[in-house]
């Protein structure tokens, strides 16, 4: 470029009018060559400046790209750990929150913070320094939720709660199930298989909500059984909107259900809007009796009788019980008006729920059918400190709620138990439960073959329990 330069200027110098003096009769002049001298040194320094000019902004359009390549991707956890966020801020207002969600969320919130906090080393940008900024305010915002409460006050609260289970524990409880069922006094699940069944529901992977199982042995309030128990198993689907429904499909042997034949189907309602007919994805064939969450009953279980057509209902106890949608089964997805769950297990039935009462976490009310008196009553109720939208799915075994959280689209962890006999909680178990689709409608344990039964958007999938 500099010699360019001197190239041009050259011709224009050498034309310029050189002034002399007349000496011994000529004309003399005084040239000074070295006013047209080729700037070397000056040339090679400013071709340095260019080089290193060069690699500079090579260097900086590298670190552009990178900032393009990695910003949306930290931009995205940045978003995801907001919107996690966002439904504890009500409970942070108010003093509730749910520990457990909180700590799960902090590790996250850490995880990402070292990210960034690389990223922001390497590139040192606005973009970087808005991004640590942002990550930092929802890490002051965890910690705080977490100191907030006065610890005093939280104290009680949480002795009342457990001196209230306490209660509830020390009610007699029909049939010693600790001493009558071997593998239950021997604790918590210890493992859970792969699955041993694997199906596409008989409605199609259309219906993606819906509940499905074996039929589950009933007790009478005598204690006997109230009938022989049948090998059949049964399917319900959420035929409309994957929210109502109002058929229950039967079939007589498990040769039957694979093969998706001879099969009755049972019509509890006489249409998905009736008051008869089922919300939500939680439903359960247990004796003779299909129990459910009755459709605009926003509080009340029903009970259809498979042998008389009849209807039953019962109240759940707390306040603010089962509003549509108001605490139903999240962690990431949210599976619609999922907000009553019906179970069973070896001590009879239960359900499950949240109040606000309990600020939204988990409440586990144990069911009894009196054959005699065609009556259904709630006869114990016990609070968690598990919030229920910070669950997927949930179920009970031996008096032992065990509550499940998303993994990734291929596996569920049951990661939360909560003995309604000792009143104790433990949240750090690891069991893995594998799927085939991201979302799970309904989980329920069936104590005659310890298996725990998956609708899992449209399969059908069961695992045995191990104890």
Known sequence: MMLLLFLLLAPSVQGERV???????????????????????????????????????????????????????????????????????????KGLYSALSLRQLSTDINQLEAHVSAVHKQLNNEHTKELTKEVGKLSRNVNQMKTTDDINLKTVKEQVRYLKNRAESCKSIPYDFRGTHQYCYKGLIRNISEPVVTKISPYGKSLTSGSWGKQALGLVGGGGPEEEQEDSYWVLPLT??????????????????????????????????????????????????????????????????????????VKLPGTGVGAYNKFPYCYYDCRTHSDIDIEADETGLWAI????????????????????????????????????????????????????RFISDYREEVFYAFDTVSGREDNTLALPLEKLLKGVASLSYNPTDRRIYMYNDGYLLAYQASF
């Open 19 to 93: 002034m002399g003096v007349r000496k011994d009769g000529a004309c003399v002049c005084s040239v000074d060559t070295g006013l047209w001298a080729f700037p070397g040194d000056q040339y090679e320094s400013v071709q340095q400046q260019l080089d290193s000019c060069e690699g500079t902004l090579q260097s900086l359009n590298n670190q552009v790209q990178l900032s393009s390549d990695r910003l949306p991707h930290i931009q995205s956890k940045v978003a995801n750990a907001t919107a996690r966020l966002q439904p504890h801020q009500y409970l942070r207002y």
């Open 240 to 313: 409309n909107s994957h929210t109502y429904g109002n058929v229950l499909r039967v079939y007589p042997t498990y040769d039957n259900f694979m093969a998706s034949t001879n099969h009755k189907d049972y019509t509890f309602a006489p249409s998905h809007s009736s008051t008869q007919a089922i919300i939500g994805p939680s439903a359960l064939l247990y004796g003779k009796g299909l129990y459910y969450h009755c459709y605009n009953y926003v509080e009340e279980i029903c009970r259809y009788d498979l042998t008389t057509n009849s209807i039953t209902k």
């Open 353 to 404: 729920y949240a109040t606000m009462g309990n600020h939204g976490n988990i409440v586990v009310s144990r069911m009894m059918w009196d054959s005699e008196k065609k009556t259904l009553n709630v006869t114990q109720t016990w609070e968690t400190r598990v919030f229920k939208k910070a669950v997927t799915n949930a179920f009970m075994v031996c008096g032992v709620l065990y509550a499940t």
